[in-house]
């Protein structure tokens, strides 16, 4: 009986394991879409401050906006 439950315990754990290790790939998986999504973001605020310098510049070299 000893041996039977020691088995199941050591089944058990390599499945728990097993799980910790799906959820932690999954975890990285998240963590990287919401850092592109953000990078992302942050991609488009720069162009448009580089936009609005470039509009800047232009009106102050004579330029119209």
């Known amino acids: 009986m000893g041996?039977?439950?020691e088995s199941e315990v050591k089944s058990n754990?390599?499945?728990l394991d097993h799980l910790k290790s799906e959820l932690d790939?999954?975890?990285t998986y998240?963590?990287?879409?919401?850092?592109?999504a953000e990078?992302?973001?942050h991609g488009?605020?720069?162009?448009t401050l580089w936009d609005f310098v470039n509009k800047l510049r232009d009106k102050l070299n004579?330029?119209?906006?």
């Open 30 to 36: 998240v963590e990287t879409v919401k850092q592109r």
């Open 13 to 15: 754990r390599r499945d």
């Open 25 to 27: 790939r999954r975890d």
């Open 44 to 47: 488009k605020q720069i162009s």
């Open 39 to 41: 990078i992302d973001i």
């Open 3 to 5: 041996v039977r439950l």
């Open 62 to 65: 004579g330029g119209s906006l």
